[in-house]
């Protein structure tokens, strides 16, 4: 991934993960560099689309860790579709953590396809918290598909620099917490 285990661990870094949370993690480049930060944790439950990242992290047995059932995409090994939203709504917990395609102040968080962003914006509707992670090349970006306003982010997570005029536009639009 473009972003790499830096800005994942500046994503942990950005609360302090308890033990007993539930974090939900939807499938994406930048999502699979935050696992990686995670198999070194224990005591937390992580829930995922991802197949790749639920593989990964299962080998840690002091993660609890969930695959969301579904269909199975092509283009990402993640579940997707009816069934794996209705598996998200039954879940109200601590953190989602998603990464667009795309982040924007006027349009939001965006994604390229729908079933994407459907599994994306489940997520984030049922955690107390909700982050983005997206790096620079992400910003002002649009795509087809809104998974949530930019309001609606609690904590963004990116590699652009302080300053840049794209963050400042982003917290300007409603997001309450922007790391750099």
Request: hydrophobic letters at 45%; a neutral charge; glycine letters at 8%.
């Amino acid at each position: 991934p473009r972003w790499g285990l830096a800005g994942a661990e500046a994503a942990l870094k950005l609360r302090a993960i308890k033990p007993g949370q539930v974090l939900m993690i939807d499938a994406g480049s930048t999502t699979q560099a935050l696992a990686q930060t995670l198999l070194l944790r224990t005591d937390i439950q992580i829930i995922t689309n991802s197949v790749s990242i639920a593989s990964a992290l299962a080998s840690n047995p002091g993660l609890d860790v969930v695959l969301l059932g579904g269909r199975i995409a092509q283009e990402m090994p993640a579940t997707y579709g009816d069934q794996t939203v209705a598996e998200i709504g039954r879940y109200h917990l601590d953190v989602a953590i998603v990464s667009p395609v795309g982040m924007d102040a006027r349009t939001g968080a965006m994604d390229y396809l729908w079933h994407e962003a459907a599994v994306a914006r489940a997520m984030l509707e049922h955690a107390r918290e909700r982050i983005v992670l997206a790096d620079r090349s992400k910003l002002g970006q649009t795509s087809r598909m809104q998974i949530c306003a930019a309001s609606a982010v609690d904590v963004f997570v990116t590699d652009a620099a302080p300053g840049d005029k794209l963050v400042s536009q982003l917290q300007s639009a409603g997001v309450k917490r922007v790391l750099h």
